[in-house]
């Protein structure tokens, strides 16, 4: 009898819709507040940015525990060691990015092209666009430089 009744919701158009916001609320909670959903996106999203991450604990919105970060591209190298994040994601709905934590307990920078003095004079300073939103850190500990 139940098994008839959830073969009759598929038939309908309701019933099929009902399904997939089910799925999609499973897959939501899945990638954002498991640790396998979480690794899985980031350790996909990594390497379109030219990142890659080691071992990833927690989940997206409850604060990620990342052993081992890096990201390289034509002009800089950045390696971080044991790199702790918390973000409060409640304030995005007050155009709030607000970090509670972010935390390295070792990171290093090489910067691979360098600018000549003639193109640095020449060149007009960095200005950093206005964001849409308000950016909030409470805590940023950085162990060794």
Known sequence: MIKNRILRSFKSVWGLLLWFLLL???AFSW????????????????????????????????????DLFKLENEAMRIEADNVEIA??????WRSKAHV?????EELRVELLQRQTE??????????LPEL??????DKIRLDRF
Not at 87 to 92: F, I, M, S
Not at 132 to 137: G, M, T
């Open 24 to 26: 999609l609320v499973l």
């Open 31 to 66: 990638v954002f507040f498991t640790n396998s959903g979480s690794s899985f996106v980031l350790n996909r999203a990594m390497p379109t940015i030219g990142a890659e991450m080691g071992t990833i604990r927690g989940s997206i919105m409850q604060g990620l525990k990342i």
């Open 87 to 92: 973000v409060r994601w409640r304030d995005l």
């Open 100 to 104: 509670s934590l972010f935390a390295v």
């Open 118 to 127: 003639a193109e640095a004079t020449t060149s007009s300073p960095f200005n």
């Open 132 to 137: 849409p939103l308000e950016v909030l850190i």
